[in-house]
């Protein structure tokens, strides 16, 4: 049974569950400590003067990013395989590949491996896991639309028919597939930390004073009025939509779609598992049915 309707306006006092101000930047003083003085110099790392002068060269020789359709100019240069694991290619040409700046970015956090389990640092007890609602999240200064729905029930299709080439769309399978390189609905759990934390990296540049983008999507899935409501209050969207596309719709189209058969029971118990948790919620813009679409 679903709980009593809620109001369709995100009350204007501070979530219990958030922290203060003062105590985030506190927190992120704290680990940015714990990073800077656990970071090796960049010379310890590789990067000295012999990496600098082949960098630039190599810069002038290959000025647009190696990433097929981007275009941009290249400000990184990327090692092809780790120097960690291999020193004697370091200054190798053959093992270097240019990017720009947001394509170098994602290649580090998916090199990272970031690890899931927690530790103890100092005394500060530290989750590596990525946090899949970020209590640091500001209110959105672009336009921002927010879409749920199951599995299938055509997400990214209604997100791609209408969003323009100036706005941003934020759809953790796609951006698990840039991180890894693989298809979409291929990368699987193990891509997900280094996903959410991309993708929390790129809603906090939202709340930034610079945000020029003509808009932005967010694509999650979020059944439960509790969730939805979450994310109106921290991120203040101009519209939550919810595609309530029926389940033996979901199912027809992920039995139709190749991409997910890696993935096909997993995707079916999750069509599932939306319909039992989905309750409605005043102010949402619900759609019931979408007749095309796969995402």
Known sequence: MCPEPMPTRPAL????FAKTPDQRARDERERQRIKDAERPSSTQRGYDREWRELRAAFIVEHPLCSVPGCGEPTVDVDHLEDVRAHPERRLDPANLRPYCHRHHAQRTARDQGFARRREDRGGLRVST???LYPDWLRPSRVALQIVCG?????KSTYVSERASFTELVLDLDDIKATLSGLPVYQPGRAWRDEAVRHRNSELGKLSAAYAKLGGAWLIVGEPTPEKRLWWR???RPLSIIVLATPAEVCHARIDADPRRDAVRDLHHAAVDAWWRD?????GDR???YQGGGTG
């Open 150 to 154: 199951p599995p299938a029930s055509g």
């Open 129 to 131: 896991r990525a946090a």
């Open 286 to 288: 619900t759609i019931r």
């Open 233 to 235: 209050i921290k991120l």
């Open 13 to 16: 006092h501070q979530p219990a």
């Open 278 to 282: 989905y309750c409605p919620m005043p």
